[in-house]
T-cell receptor
Framework: SQQGEEDPQALSIQEGENATMNCSYK?????LQWYRQNSGRGLVHLIL?????REKHSGRLRVTLDTSKKSSSLLITASRAADTASYFC????????????FGKGTKLTVNP | GAGVSQTPSNKVTEKGKYVELRCDPI?????LYWYRQSLGQGPEFLIY????????DSGLPNDRFFAVRPEGSVSTLKIQRTERGDSAVYLC?????????????FGQGTRLTVV
C-alpha cells in the first residue's frame, strides 16, 4: 500500500513559472522526503524534512510540512525545462518499520 | 563504485522461468532496500535489509519472491516461476542507516519483462 498521495497527478507549466506539488499521508511520521525521477529509472533524493521542522530550502526548492494536516508541499521556483520529471514524496512511519513508503508521484512538464 | 549498481539493466524472460537480479550498494551502507515500480506508479516496497538480515520483508508479494544479502553487501532478488504480472522496474537503494531517517541512494533499476 502507498502512504503518500501526491497532487496533482500531472502538472504542465511554462519555463520561469513556479511549480507546486502537494503530498498527503495517512499515519504519523518521523521524516518526509522528496525524490525526483527521470524517465522511469533511478530516483534522486531532493530534500528530507523532519517532523519537528516546518519548512526547508535547498536552492530553488522549498518544502513545507504540516503534521497537523498530514501534508507537505514542494515548490520549485523559476522552473526550467530540465526540471521536467516525476516527483515523489516518501514517508517513514512513526513507531513502525524503517521502510520508506512512496506516493504515486506528480509528473511535471516544464515547457520551454 | 561511486553509486548503487544494478545488473542486468534489462532482463527479458519467459513465463515460468527463474530470474536473479543483483544489487551492489554503496560501500559501507548498512541498509539496503528493494522496490518494484510499475508504469505510472510510485515505487512499491518489497524488502529491507539491515546488514545481513531482512528487517522487513512485508512487501514481498508471495513466496515466489526471495532476497538475500549473505555478507551484508551485495544483494540478490530472486523470482521463481515468473509471471507476466511480475514485469516492472526493480529498484534497489542503499543508505548509511535507517532509510526513513537518511537519504536513500537508488540504482538505475532492472527492467524485467516476462513474456
Amino acid at each position: 500500500s502507498q502512504q503518500g498521495e501526491e497532487d496533482p497527478q500531472a502538472l504542465s507549466i511554462q519555463e520561469g513559472e513556479n511549480a507546486t506539488m502537494n503530498c498527503s499521508y495517512k499515519t504519523s511520521i518521523n521524516n518526509l522526503q522528496w525524490y525526483r525521477q527521470n524517465s522511469g529509472r533511478g530516483l534522486v533524493h531532493l530534500i528530507l524534512i523532519r517532523s519537528n521542522e516546518r519548512e526547508k530550502h535547498s536552492g530553488r526548492l522549498r518544502v513545507t510540512l504540516d503534521t497537523s494536516k498530514k501534508s507537505s508541499s514542494l515548490l520549485i521556483t523559476a522552473s526550467r525545462a530540465a526540471d521536467t520529471a516525476s516527483y515523489f514524496c516518501a514517508t517513514d512511519s512513526q513507531g513502525g518499520s524503517e521502510k520508506l513508503v512512496f506516493g504515486k508521484g506528480t509528473k511535471l512538464t516544464v515547457n520551454p | 563504485g561511486a553509486g548503487v549498481s544494478q545488473t542486468p539493466s534489462n532482463k527479458v524472460t519467459e513465463k515460468g522461468k527463474y530470474v536473479e537480479l543483483r544489487c551492489d550498494p554503496i560501500s559501507g551502507h548498512t541498509a539496503l532496500y528493494w522496490y518494484r515500480q510499475s508504469l505510472g506508479q510510485g515505487p512499491e516496497f518489497l524488502i529491507y535489509f539491515q546488514g545481513t538480515g531482512a528487517a522487513d520483508d512485508s512487501g514481498l508479494p508471495n513466496d515466489r519472491f526471495f532476497a538475500v544479502r549473505p555478507e551484508g553487501s551485495v544483494s540478490t532478488l530472486k523470482i521463481q516461476r515468473t509471471e507476466r504480472g511480475d514485469s516492472a522496474v526493480y529498484l534497489c537503494a542503499s543508505s548509511p542507516g535507517a532509510l526513513g531517517r537518511e537519504e536513500a541512494f537508488f540504482g538505475q533499476g532492472t527492467r524485467l519483462t516476462v513474456v
